[in-house]
C-alpha cells in the first residue's frame, strides 16, 4: 500500500469512530431511537450481559468481537469504543507528540483479574468503574447535568499519556490485549526503517520501541497513526511468522505477568463471595428500582450505572447515584412509571435491568401503593376528586358510592405511581413505597 493509501486507511478510520461516537453520543445524551443499539457491540457491556442475563444475540457479539481481535488486534477501540475516541481527540486538541509510555503491565493485569474474578461470581464492581461505555455515559451524563469532574478525569489522562486508559486501566481493552498478543495477523517493522522516529511520535499507546523497531501488538489500538506517517512504508501487518515484532518470550515476565493476573482474579472471587462493603450500602439506600432489576443486592451487584436507562426514560424518572458512580434507582415523586412502557428493560446493555415483554412489565410489582384518608381532599375539603382510581392502569384503586376512595388492592398495584402522580392534595393521600424484591403478578 502507498502513502496516500495509508493516510486514506487512517481518515476512514477515524470518521467511522467519529460517527459512532457520534451516535453514541445521542444514546446517552438526547435519547434517538435506536441509537442505543451500538450498546449491543460493545464488549464490555456484552460480556456482562452473557452472565447476567443470556441472550444468543450478546453471545454472538461476543465472539464477533473476539475472533475480529483475535485476527486483526484491537480495531475495536479505534473504532466502536465512544470512550477511546473521546481520548483521540482529547489529544489531539491538546497538539502534544507522543513520548514513549512505560508498560504499566503489572497494573492492568491487577485491575483486569479482580474485574473477571467479580464477574465470575455475579459482581459488576470493577466494570462499574472503569467500563469504558458506562464511563462514557457517565461523563455525557455528568456533562449534560453540568458536572465536569469525570470529563476533566478523561482528558487528564489524555493529555497525560494519550490512551493510559486504554493500555493500563481498561479491563476491557486488557482483555482484548491478550487477544491480540497471540493473533493472526500483527503490525511489525520491517528491516528498511531508518529509525526516524515519527511512528512513535505520533503513536497514543506508547507501544512502539523504534530502537529495537518492535511493536507490542498487546497494547497497539490499531489507530493507523504509524502507518501513516511513515515515510517509507515500514509498517504493515503480517502473520505471526512474517511479524518482526513476537510475543515476547521473557519467561520471567510470563510468569509475573501470568501471576499478577491469577491474583487478581483470586482477590476478585474472593471479594465477590464475601460480598463488597461499599456496594451492600448501596444496596441498602436503593429505594424503588426499574421494572426487571429483581431487589436491591442484585442490582447493585450488576447495574453498572451507565445512564443509558436514564437517557432513555420518557418520564424522566430514573435518576443517577449520588456522584453519578453506583446503581440507579426511580425518583417516582418525578412523575410515573409508564404502563405502556419497558424502555429500560429494552436499552440495558449489561442485563442488569432484566429485558421484560411489554406484557411481563405490566404484571411486574415494583413498589407498592397504600392510601392515607387524612390528606385526601374527598375528606378533607368535601370535593369531588377520584383522580387516583381514574389514574390506576390495573384497577387497584376503585371508589365506594359516595366518591372516596377504598383501601388499595395489593394484589393488584405494581407500584408504579401513577396515583401519586395525580394526587391533588399538598401532602399525598396516594403514596408509593419500596418493597423487598419485585415480583410478578399472576393475571
Given at each position: 500500500?502507498?502513502?496516500?493509501?495509508?493516510?486514506?486507511?487512517?481518515?476512514?478510520?477515524l470518521?467511522?469512530?467519529?460517527?459512532?461516537?457520534?451516535?453514541?453520543?445521542?444514546?446517552?445524551?438526547?435519547?434517538?431511537?435506536?441509537?442505543?443499539?451500538?450498546?449491543?457491540?460493545?464488549?464490555?457491556p456484552?460480556?456482562?450481559?452473557?452472565?447476567?442475563?443470556?441472550?444468543?444475540?450478546?453471545?454472538i457479539?461476543?465472539l464477533?468481537?473476539?475472533?475480529?481481535?483475535?485476527?486483526?488486534?484491537?480495531?475495536?477501540?479505534?473504532l466502536?469504543?465512544?470512550?477511546?475516541?473521546?481520548?483521540?481527540?482529547?489529544?489531539?486538541?491538546?497538539?502534544?507528540?507522543?513520548?514513549?509510555?512505560?508498560?504499566?503491565?503489572?497494573?492492568?493485569?491487577?485491575?483486569?483479574?479482580?474485574?473477571?474474578?467479580?464477574?465470575?461470581?455475579?459482581?459488576?464492581?470493577?466494570?462499574?468503574?472503569?467500563?469504558?461505555?458506562?464511563?462514557?455515559?457517565?461523563?455525557?451524563?455528568?456533562?449534560?447535568?453540568?458536572?465536569?469532574?469525570?470529563?476533566?478525569?478523561?482528558?487528564a489522562?489524555?493529555?497525560?499519556?494519550?490512551?493510559?486508559y486504554?493500555?493500563?486501566?481498561?479491563?476491557?481493552?486488557?482483555?482484548?490485549?491478550?487477544?491480540?498478543?497471540?493473533?493472526?495477523?500483527?503490525?511489525?517493522?520491517?528491516?528498511?526503517?531508518?529509525?526516524?522516529?515519527?511512528?512513535?511520535?505520533?503513536?497514543?499507546?506508547?507501544?512502539?520501541?523504534?530502537?529495537?523497531?518492535?511493536?507490542?501488538n498487546?497494547?497497539?489500538?490499531?489507530?493507523?497513526?504509524?502507518?501513516?506517517?511513515?515515510?517509507?512504508?515500514?509498517?504493515?501487518?503480517?502473520?505471526?511468522?512474517?511479524?518482526?515484532?513476537p510475543?515476547?518470550?521473557?519467561?520471567?515476565?510470563?510468569?509475573?505477568?501470568?501471576?499478577?493476573?491469577?491474583?487478581?482474579?483470586?482477590?476478585?472471587?474472593?471479594?465477590?463471595?464475601?460480598?463488597?462493603?461499599?456496594?451492600?450500602?448501596?444496596?441498602?439506600?436503593?429505594?424503588i428500582?426499574?421494572?426487571?432489576?429483581?431487589?436491591?443486592?442484585?442490582?447493585a451487584?450488576?447495574?453498572?450505572?451507565?445512564?443509558?436507562?436514564?437517557?432513555?426514560?420518557?418520564?424522566?424518572?430514573?435518576?443517577?447515584?449520588?456522584?453519578?458512580?453506583?446503581?440507579?434507582?426511580?425518583?417516582?415523586?418525578?412523575?410515573?412509571?409508564?404502563?405502556?412502557?419497558?424502555?429500560?428493560?429494552?436499552?440495558?446493555?449489561?442485563?442488569?435491568?432484566?429485558?421484560?415483554?411489554?406484557?411481563?412489565?405490566?404484571?411486574?410489582?415494583?413498589?407498592?401503593?397504600?392510601?392515607?384518608?387524612?390528606?385526601?381532599?374527598?375528606f378533607?375539603?368535601?370535593?369531588?376528586?377520584?383522580?387516583?382510581?381514574?389514574?390506576?392502569?390495573?384497577?387497584?384503586?376503585?371508589?365506594?358510592?359516595?366518591?372516596?376512595p377504598?383501601?388499595?388492592?395489593?394484589?393488584?398495584?405494581i407500584?408504579?405511581?401513577?396515583?401519586?402522580?395525580?394526587?391533588?392534595?399538598?401532602?399525598?393521600?396516594?403514596?408509593?413505597?419500596?418493597?423487598?424484591?419485585q415480583?410478578?403478578?399472576?393475571?
Amino acid at each position: 500500500m502507498n502513502n496516500k493509501g495509508r493516510k486514506y486507511l487512517k481518515a476512514i478510520r477515524l470518521a467511522l469512530g467519529i460517527l459512532f461516537l457520534a451516535f453514541a453520543g445521542c444514546a446517552f445524551g438526547i435519547s434517538v431511537r435506536c441509537a442505543h443499539v451500538l450498546s449491543r457491540i460493545q464488549a464490555g457491556p456484552v460480556l456482562m450481559k452473557c452472565l447476567s442475563a443470556f441472550s444468543a444475540g450478546a453471545l454472538i457479539a461476543l465472539l464477533v468481537i473476539a475472533v475480529l481481535t483475535f485476527l486483526f488486534g484491537r480495531f475495536y477501540c479505534a473504532l466502536l469504543c465512544p470512550l477511546g475516541i473521546c481520548q483521540d481527540i482529547f489529544s489531539f486538541l491538546c497538539f502534544r507528540k507522543s513520548k514513549e509510555a512505560y508498560n504499566y503491565s503489572w497494573l492492568r493485569y491487577a485491575i483486569c483479574g479482580i474485574a473477571v474474578g467479580m464477574l465470575v461470581f455475579g459482581w459488576h464492581a470493577v466494570f462499574l468503574l472503569f467500563d469504558p461505555y458506562s464511563e462514557f455515559g457517565r461523563i455525557v451524563g455528568a456533562f449534560l447535568a453540568g458536572g465536569f469532574v469525570p470529563l476533566l478525569v478523561i482528558a487528564a489522562l489524555s493529555i497525560w499519556k494519550k490512551r493510559v486508559y486504554c493500555t493500563s486501566i481498561c479491563p476491557v481493552g486488557t482483555l482484548l490485549g491478550l487477544l491480540a498478543k497471540w493473533g493472526v495477523f500483527r503490525l511489525s517493522i520491517k528491516e528498511r526503517c531508518v529509525k526516524c522516529g515519527k511512528c512513535a511520535l505520533n503513536c497514543p499507546s506508547g507501544c512502539i520501541d523504534i530502537q529495537n523497531g518492535t511493536i507490542d501488538n498487546e497494547r497497539c489500538v490499531r489507530c493507523m497513526n504509524c502507518m501513516s506517517v511513515c515515510p517509507l512504508g515500514c509498517i504493515g501487518f503480517g502473520t505471526a511468522r512474517q511479524s518482526e515484532s513476537p510475543v515476547n518470550p521473557s519467561r520471567r515476565a510470563f510468569i509475573i505477568h501470568g501471576g499478577i493476573l491469577l491474583a487478581g482474579l483470586a482477590a476478585g472471587a474472593a471479594l465477590a463471595k464475601c460480598g463488597i462493603g461499599v456496594l451492600e450500602k448501596a444496596a441498602r439506600r436503593l429505594k424503588i428500582l426499574p421494572p426487571g432489576a429483581g431487589d436491591a443486592s442484585r442490582f447493585a451487584a450488576k447495574c453498572t450505572g451507565c445512564q443509558l436507562c436514564k437517557a432513555n426514560c420518557p418520564q424522566h424518572i430514573i435518576v443517577s447515584a449520588p456522584g453519578g458512580t453506583g446503581p440507579v434507582a426511580l425518583d417516582l415523586s418525578k412523575g410515573h412509571c409508564d404502563y405502556n412502557c419497558n424502555r429500560c428493560s429494552q436499552v440495558c446493555p449489561t442485563g442488569a435491568i432484566l429485558p421484560l415483554t411489554l406484557e411481563a412489565k405490566r404484571r411486574t410489582k415494583i413498589a407498592e401503593a397504600s392510601f392515607n384518608a387524612q390528606n385526601c381532599i374527598v375528606f378533607q375539603e368535601d370535593e369531588q376528586c377520584g383522580k387516583c382510581a381514574k389514574a390506576c392502569p390495573t384497577k387497584a384503586i376503585t371508589l365506594r358510592k359516595n366518591g372516596t376512595p377504598k383501601p388499595v388492592n395489593t394484589k393488584l398495584c405494581i407500584g408504579c405511581g401513577a396515583c401519586q402522580d395525580v394526587c391533588p392534595a399538598e401532602n399525598k393521600a396516594m403514596t408509593v413505597h419500596e418493597i423487598e424484591k419485585q415480583v410478578l403478578l399472576e393475571r
